[in-house]
């Protein structure tokens, strides 16, 4: 036996036989009773991907990395864009280790293959390879540290293919760095290849963008984040409730990293032998329990100012977050918007929470949702900007119940014309109708809105316009904004009276003005309307009698001693504005009634 076998015999039996690597099965021979423990290894390094394959929810990225390696259509540098956690420094070695892959029947680069360890992946895996770099951009800001590294590009690599390049964050470069950068990137030597990661692309510049193939990694779904984190509980031999999961991906928004993070803290919440309950995760995180969160926004749409407050202080009671319960809220909006407009399937949520979210979306109507939701948004950043959070929720949830009870803009403005004030929530509403406990009588307007009085145009058309008055409102009311800039500026009344309109046209009006009125009258009001042109004797157009009235005011300022006083006080000073009613129509006696039409 030479001293070479020695040696080696003398390593075997030295080795400890239960150590295992990356890229080795388990070991099968078990730790003694009184060999150290190894350091416990987080839950997302220790399951971090392998392979391409091990990518979950970047399957469009994989499909289009796995084409151009196998037809050879390989990019000179990459850019990957996303959120933290969702895989950019992970795809970026995996790239590194497809570019330099080669073992003793592959000798190309290979996406495919990865599930074999090659000649130089444990040395990129283990940040030791000499042709692979991998810095962090926040730590190499100067121009002068780039510059230095790109010094190394032109030269050929030592033991790989390629010269890899990884740099991390790379929107951190300072702009001098990026242009040093820039001449590397537009004519890099066949043996160089850059791959870029970055939270924040919007940083960097357009010029390096357009000389690399861009990835978006996406935000993860939630059930691709269940049934990741559900196989990893399953293998760690932890008991967690679907619930459970179903809440911790919820809370790491799309990040697979936060969500491993979580699922780790979770694991060690219950005693070994019990399950994680959906309860324990809730008290981890701080979360409310989303059906008392419905409970609150029911007695929200409600108008149950007392039982919304209630609700939440029980829940900020056992913890929860009051900016939480105000993003539940906004959820709860959501769910019923899209469960009315969508269907049930637009949801992922147990069936009870649901079926609640869409009884309030079938009983409310859009417009009303949507004014929630605005209001909702608002008081999100009251919430998180207040010096007491859980005060500013109450003030959101008493404000969002009064609103409940309040009709929109335009029922309001109805509501205003018809002179039913207490319909518009006026003084003539009754003291104490909201807020009257969790009963069945505190204000249900919001949820009667599909039942309420049915719209004008509904029943066959609108109030037909008595005068060019209401004319010019009935407009403002039907949003049409460009027949009302045209009334306003080309249109000189002449006569006006139910059906009929005749008027003279300034110049410079447009040819079709008359059949846009005709057109419009019929639709609103759902009868035929005259309309007719003549050549003069119309009164002041809307515009010319604003000026006049305009002018008017100012002479009757500058005449106010008050006024000529402070311009006397302060030579140079002038009056910008006075501020007037607006003028919506000629007076009566300025229009002839009597005036024939042609």
């Not at 469960?339 to 949520?349: C, H, I, K, Y």
Request: glycine fraction near 8%; hydrophobic fraction near 45%; aromatic fraction near 4%.
């Amino acid at each position: 036996m030479t001293d070479l076998d020695t040696a080696r015999d003398s390593e075997a039996a030295e080795r400890d036989p239960a150590t295992s690597d990356m890229f080795g099965a388990p070991p099968a021979v078990a730790l003694a009773a009184d060999a150290p423990k190894a350091p416990y290894t987080v839950i997302a390094r220790k399951y971090r991907p392998q392979n391409f394959d091990d990518l979950i929810g970047q399957e469009a990225m994989v499909k289009t990395l796995k084409n151009a390696f196998s037809t050879g259509r390989i990019a000179h540098a990459f850019m990957l864009t996303g959120v933290r956690g969702v895989g950019k420094t992970t795809t970026a070695r995996l790239l590194a280790r497809a570019l330099n892959y080669e073992s003793d029947t592959v000798h190309q680069p290979s996406v495919e293959a990865l599930s074999v360890e090659g000649r130089h992946c444990r040395a990129i895996v283990e940040g030791r390879h000499l042709d692979v770099l991998e810095l962090d951009a926040a730590s190499r800001t100067k121009v002068e540290e780039m510059r230095e590294l790109l010094e190394g590009v032109r030269y050929a690599p030592a033991e790989a293919r390629y010269k890899v390049y990884v740099i991390d964050e790379v929107h951190m470069l300072s702009t001098q760095s990026f242009n040093a950068l820039l001449k590397t990137l537009e004519e890099p030597p066949p043996h160089a290849k850059f791959i870029f990661a970055t939270t924040e692309i919007r940083k960097v510049p357009v010029t390096i963008l357009s000389r690399c193939q861009r990835f978006d990694l996406r935000r993860v779904e939630s059930d691709v984040l269940v049934a990741n984190l559900g196989a990893i509980a399953e293998t760690e031999g932890a008991r967690m409730e679907p619930e459970a999961l179903m809440l911790i991906a919820r809370a790491a928004e799309g990040s697979v990293r936060d969500a491993q993070s979580l699922l780790d803290q979770a694991m060690v919440q219950a005693a070994e032998g019990q399950s994680v309950t959906a309860a324990t995760v809730r008290d981890m995180l701080g979360l409310a329990d989303r059906g008392q969160t419905i409970d609150v926004f029911e007695k929200v749409i409600r108008g149950d100012a007392a039982g919304a407050v209630a609700a939440f202080r029980a829940l900020y009671a056992v913890g929860a977050d009051p900016a939480v319960v105000v993003l539940d809220l906004l959820e709860h909006a959501h769910g019923a918007m899209v469960t009315r407009v969508v269907g049930l399937d637009a949801l992922a949520l147990p069936k009870d929470q649901i079926a609640r979210l869409t009884a309030v979306g079938a009983n409310v109507s859009p417009a009303a949702l949507s004014r929630v939701w605005q209001m909702l948004l608002k008081a999100l950043d009251e919430v998180r900007r207040a010096p007491d959070p859980a005060a500013a929720t109450d003030m959101a949830l008493i404000r969002l119940a009064y609103a409940a009870d309040l009709p929109g803009p335009e029922e309001a403005l109805r509501a205003i014309r018809e002179g039913n004030v207490a319909a518009v929530g006026g003084p003539a509403t009754p003291t104490g109708a909201r807020g009257g406990g969790g009963g069945g009588g505190g204000g249900q307007a919001m949820l009667r809105a599909p039942q309420a009085a049915p719209h004008p145009a509904d029943q066959g058309g609108w109030a037909s316009p008595k005068s060019f008055d209401d004319l010019v409102r009935l407009t403002d009311e039907r949003r049409d904004i460009g027949l009302r800039y045209d009334l306003e500026r080309f249109v000189r009344p002449i006569s006006f009276r139910p059906g009929a309109v005749v008027f003279e046209p300034v110049a410079g009006a447009p040819s079709n003005l008359s059949q846009r009125l005709v057109a419009r009258l019929k639709e609103w009001t759902g009868q035929p309307w005259l309309v007719a042109t003549e050549g003069g004797g119309g009164a002041e157009t809307l515009m010319e009698r604003q000026k006049r009235a305009t002018a008017r005011a100012q002479e009757e300022a500058m005449a106010e001693p008050f006024v000529q006083a402070v311009l006397a006080a302060f030579p140079g000073t002038e009056i910008l504005e006075i501020r007037q009613p607006p003028v919506l129509a000629p007076a009566d006696d300025e229009i002839n009634p009597d005036t024939d039409e042609d």
